[in-house]
């Protein structure tokens, strides 16, 4: 592995193209609810990174493919390995709403 290899930023966009082809897919939006409230991808569901364990109120299916997505990344980086660490399957980091260029609700 490169030193490189641990900057990799995540391409929302690319990620939101394999959250809509993915049958069964869960959009994550991990940041608090205030950032939720003031603009989220459609179709995402608020679970902050502090909340995380509700998660399995949402999706009791730890086989269900999860896409998550922050402000910048990080937290979604760190969501997804909480999850896996936890037991989901097929979570995948997306990266940040801060790069992402399709509508807002």
Avoid: Q, W
Avoid at 42 to 56: Q, T, Y
Avoid at 63 to 86: E, K, N, Q, T, V
């Amino acid at each position: 592995m490169k030193l490189s290899d641990f900057f990799h930023k995540n391409d929302i966009n690319e990620g939101l193209r394999a959250f809509r082809s993915t049958e069964g897919a869960h959009l994550i939006d991990v940041r608090e609810p205030e950032e939720y409230r003031a603009g989220h991808i459609p179709g995402a569901v608020n679970i902050p990174v502090s909340s995380l364990r509700s998660i399995e109120d949402e999706i009791d299916d730890y086989d269900a493919p999860i896409f998550i997505y922050c402000l910048s990344g990080a937290r979604a980086g760190r969501a997804a390995a909480a999850l896996g660490m936890i037991g989901y399957t097929k979570v995948r980091s997306i990266g940040g709403i801060s790069d992402y260029d399709g509508p807002i609700e």
